[in-house]
């Protein structure tokens, strides 16, 4: 069965950090890109980062203007893992992170086709 | 980047037929044929309804359909069901290279059946 499943969250000081990860299962997880979707309390989903699949180098990353230069996605593909390393954390950056398969390689199809449950990150202090 | 603007909410009894709008500019909605529809329930993990516009994941029901005219993007739930009550996030591929963000999220539409 595909899986995808979010750990990491927590309660965290403003200007603290954390490390999220995302476990997947029942796919090809290196041939995928993927991304992290968030959302704060009481507002919809917002595109937080994402990183290109099938990478033999350099891995492509994009990331939100809200969280560019504070925020590192990565993966491991041998461990079939998906990460986002967030520092210098702010009170607006209190969410549900989701992590998300998108449907082809390079983050061009417009399109998410698995989710996981999230993972809770509360900013405060 | 600015998210594509949907109604806040959008109601219907059952058996009906609902349309969300999703309206974007011509640098995601207009430009790309690459809009998709989620349906998320709270609690839950969102779901992919409706990709490249107009096209159906494996499970989906035909009952969820997409359009897209200029910047505006549809999605039409009809013979409602009181299971469609969730909230709706349209999504858009903005290129890269010339916006902030690779996709752009919808406002969200909260979906009641009466």
């Known amino acids: 069965e595909v899986h995808l499943l979010e750990s990491g969250g927590g309660l965290v000081q403003p200007g603290g950090s954390l490390r999220l990860s995302c476990a997947a299962s029942g796919f090809t997880f290196y041939h995928n890109a993927m991304a992290w979707v968030r959302q704060g309390p009481g507002k919809g989903l917002e595109w937080v980062s994402a990183?290109?699949?099938?990478?033999?180098?350099?891995?492509?990353?994009y990331y939100a203007d809200s969280v560019k230069g504070r925020f590192t996605i990565s993966r491991d593909n041998s461990k079939n893992t998906l990460y986002l390393h967030a520092h210098s954390l702010r009170a607006d950056d209190t969410a549900i992170y989701y992590c998300a398969k998108d449907r082809g390689r390079l983050l061009d199809t417009g399109a998410l086709d698995l989710w996981g449950q999230g993972t809770m990150v509360s900013v405060s202090s | 980047q600015s998210a594509l603007t949907q109604p806040a909410s959008v109601s219907g009894s059952p058996g009906q037929s609902i349309t969300i709008s999703c309206t974007g500019t011509s640098s995601d909605v207009g430009r790309y044929d690459l809009v998709s529809w989620y349906q998320h329930h709270p609690g839950k993990a969102p779901k992919l309804m409706i990709y490249e516009v107009s096209k159906w994941p494996s499970g989906v029901s035909n009952r969820f359909s997409g359009s897209k005219s200029g910047n505006t993007a549809s999605l039409t739930i009809s013979s409602l069901q009181a299971e469609d009550e969730a909230d709706y996030y349209c999504c858009s591929y903005a290129d890269a290279r010339s916006s902030s963000s690779s996709y752009v999220f919808g406002t969200g539409t909260k979906v009641t059946v009466l």
């Open positions: 990183i290109a699949g099938g990478g033999d180098g350099e891995t492509t990353t």
